[in-house]
């Protein structure tokens, strides 16, 4: 079992800057992030696994920069420019990395107002 704590949510203006951060308490093959705005579906933001291959949404490329540290565990989500559009619940994801397993984190929730 592999628990996610994510830290670093908050209310920024447009244009501003936040930084996402997820710790892991086991050994992960993946780790990512995905968000949630009210009335939408769960999406995809950006993913990176153990090798350091990163995974972005079209909306996000080239504002948001995903980071991991393989030794903590870590991830880290460095979002530039931010967008009212980017208001939404983020939640961390985990894939463990001997049972493959999916993990989600509690979520954190970005504001960005315009």
């Known amino acids: 079992q592999v628990q996610l704590v994510e830290s670093g949510g908050g209310l920024v203006q447009a244009g501003g800057s936040l930084t996402l951060s997820c710790a892991a308490s086991?050994?992960?093959?993946?780790m990512g992030w995905y968000r949630q705005a009210p009335g939408k579906q769960r999406e995809l933001v950006a993913n990176i696994n153990h090798s350091g291959f990163t995974t972005y949404a079209d909306s996000v490329k080239g504002r948001f920069t995903i980071t991991r540290d393989n030794v903590k565990e870590i991830v880290y989500l460095q979002m530039n420019s931010l967008k009212p559009e980017d208001t939404a619940v983020y939640y961390c994801r985990a894939v463990g990395w001997t049972t493959q397993s999916v993990y989600w984190g509690q979520g954190t929730q970005v504001t960005v107002s315009s």
């Open positions: 086991g050994s992960t093959f993946s």
